[in-house]
């Protein structure tokens, strides 16, 4: 299972960014979607993540500010971020767990993660 992660940028304090990751290879299941960002000099940290059933967890720095979503049809997960502040740059990254397919019909865990996609706020 791969994990393709698309649509950061430069935007301007205030403005507003998507960034999409799509999950493909040999997948069973996919259980929890998540992003997270590393900033220079800093570790990584969980931004927000979203379950099969679609339960969200945000870090307390985004809440109100950003929105998980996911489209399990497609295999894609989105983040939505509203009012940017320069703090907010970082590269993203998006996560996923759950079972791949293997040979037989069985399957086996994974998780994976994506690239990486910049995201710059400018003051």
């Known amino acids: 299972v791969q994990l393709q992660a698309s649509g950061g940028g430069l935007v301007q304090a205030g403005g507003s960014l998507r960034v999409s990751c799509v999950a493909s290879?040999?997948?069973?299941?996919?259980?929890?979607m998540g992003w997270y960002r590393q900033a220079p000099g800093k570790q990584r940290e969980l931004v927000a993540k979203?379950?099969?059933?679609?339960?969200?967890n945000y870090a307390d720095s985004v809440k109100g500010r950003f929105t998980i979503s996911r489209d399990d049809a497609k295999n894609t997960v989105y983040l939505q971020m509203n009012s940017l502040k320069p703090e907010d740059t970082a590269v993203y990254y998006c996560?996923?767990?759950?079972?791949?397919?293997?040979?037989?019909?069985?399957?086996?865990?994974?998780?994976?993660w994506g690239q990486g996609t910049q995201v710059t706020v400018s003051s």
């Open positions: 996560n996923a767990d759950g079972r791949s397919s293997i040979s037989l019909g069985g399957s086996r865990y994974y998780n994976v």
């Open positions: 290879g040999s997948i069973f299941s996919i259980n929890v």
């Open positions: 979203i379950s099969s059933g679609g339960s969200t």
